[in-house]
């Protein structure tokens, strides 16, 4: 009986604090994707970059025209990546990752091959990214992403954020403010803005029909320096 009233109590307690803080996001405003992009596209042509830049700028687009989590690019397994009749790059994601449940479509990553801008190409770039890093001395590892110095090995979702982070910094973003986290907040806005279906956004960045996270937490104004693809718009806004 004590326990049940020690219960209540602590769940009135909860309540009130929830009520007086409420969670709050992140992110007041975001940024706008074309600062990114203008940087990335200064890292051309593919193939005579360094490693380390095709790496940071492939798994960036990636995040970019996705809309996921790093944790999720962190999973890209080069046996998962699948060119669909040189339209665009397919990437299956299986692995269990945070909003996997029951009646839950694993993730489904779409690169486009973007011919205005292939400097900004989210699919050439990884497939020169594949090229670059096939011969590398490597044991059974088949993860996409590989450190860019020897030994050559997989890397945590830690590092992948670094590598973003140094996108972001060497675009002109405040860093202390904004983290790789925060291209999932720029890419939505920045596609909600360009008027891409709202059903699309959230299939696209792996929220459910129903889910009000986008509206609530991620749905921001944009800072500013009936689309049907959300890669093409996040791009194709860089052309205008």
């Not at 770039?125 to 088949?142: G, H, K, S």
């Not at 693809?229 to 205008?240: P, R, T």
Request: hydrophobic fraction near 40%.
């Amino acid at each position: 009986m004590g326990n049940s009233i020690d219960d209540t109590r602590v769940k009135r307690f909860m309540k009130g604090v929830y009520r007086l803080r409420p969670p709050a996001p992140k992110y007041d405003i975001t940024w706008e994707p074309n600062l990114v992009l203008n940087y990335l596209s200064k890292l051309w042509p593919n193939h005579t970059l360094s490693l380390e830049d095709l790496s940071k700028k492939a798994v960036t687009l990636i995040a970019l025209v996705t809309a996921h989590r790093v944790q999720t690019i962190s999973l890209i397994k080069t046996r998962n990546v699948f060119v669909n009749q040189g339209s665009e790059v397919i990437i299956k994601i299986p692995d269990f990752i945070e909003t996997s449940r029951l009646d839950a479509h694993q993730p489904l990553l779409k690169l486009p091959f973007f011919t205005p801008r292939p400097e900004i190409c989210p699919a050439l770039c990884v497939l020169a990214y594949l090229n670059r890093t096939e011969n590398l001395p490597v044991n059974n590892q088949d993860r996409l992403f590989l450190s860019y110095k020897k030994p050559y090995k997989e890397i945590s979702t830690q590092t992948l954020s670094r590598w973003i982070k140094t996108i972001l910094a060497n675009s002109g973003l405040d860093t202390t403010i904004f983290s790789a986290h925060s291209t999932r907040h720029a890419s939505t806005s920045s596609a909600y803005r360009l008027e891409v279906n709202l059903d699309i956004i959230r299939r696209t960045a792996g929220w459910s029909e129903a889910s009000g996270v986008f509206a609530k937490f991620y749905n921001k104004e944009v800072i500013v320096n009936d689309k049907s693809s959300f890669a093409q718009s996040i791009l194709s806004n860089h052309c205008n």
